[in-house]
T-cell receptor, first 113, second 115 residues
């Protein structure tokens, strides 16, 4: 059972544009929702995370929007740059992030110059 | 601050052979995780340790996989015997509680190819 569904599988955005990746979850016990960025040959690195008591969190060019009633959350990358080209994973956890993460299948993002 | 260290970075083995991976978490991190990342998929949790005790091993195929964390620091993950479907990147992560909650830091992973 896939508990976190991520879309799209791949995404091409022009430099300077907005990249949007969406995730939906099923388990209402999840209380921590991070986004990870992974480059080839590297481990995932935390980008930004949100808890369900807020609807939006912004850090630099990265914003998470969270809709608790719809059980959905999304990552917005503003002013996308070629260096943002990577695979992005949404994830969810119980226990405020202390428990193991359940990951989506990932989105391969390409930013065209 | 040094990151999570893993070794080896790559292993190629024949099916039915055994293999072991090693992880050294960030100093002071009490919680350690092993994830399996199959090509084209997100990481899947295999086992979680709190200090040297197992918190969650519900997704660990215990007939062939084993893991230990002696003295609550380094950890090893073993596969015996390996199957073709075990080909994946094995990621180790560690976490520490801070004012904003928990953050998991991942190592570079060990890429296993089973022939």
């Amino acid at each position: 059972q896939q508990q976190v569904k991520q879309s799209p599988q791949s995404l091409i955005v022009q430099k300077g544009g907005i990249s949007i990746i969406n995730c939906a979850y099923e388990n209402t016990a999840f209380d921590y929702f991070p986004w990870y960025q992974q480059f080839p040959g590297k481990g995932p690195a935390l980008l930004i995370a949100i808890r369900p008591d807020v609807s939006e969190k912004k850090e630099g060019r990265f914003t998470i929007s969270f809709n608790k009633s719809a059980k959905q959350f999304s990552l917005h990358i503003m002013d996308s740059q070629p260096g943002d080209s990577a695979t992005y994973f949404c994830a969810a956890s119980i226990g405020g992030g202390a428990d193991g993460l359940t990951f989506g299948k990932g989105t391969h993002l390409i930013i065209q110059p | 601050e040094a990151g999570v260290a893993q070794s080896p970075r790559y292993r190629i083995i024949e099916k039915r052979q055994s293999v072991a991976f090693w992880c050294n978490p960030i100093s002071g991190h009490a919680t350690l995780y092993w994830y399996q990342q199959i090509l084209g998929q997100g990481p899947k949790l295999l086992i979680q340790f709190q200090n040297n005790g197992v918190v969650d091993d519900s997704q660990l195929p215990k007939d062939r996989f084993s893991a230990e964390r002696l003295k609550g620091v380094d950890s090893t993950l073993k596969i015996q015997p390996a199957k073709l479907e075990d080909s994946a990147v094995y990621l180790c992560a560690s976490s520490l509680e801070h004012s904003r909650g928990y953050e998991q830091f991942f190592g570079p992973g060990t890429r296993l190819t089973v022939l």
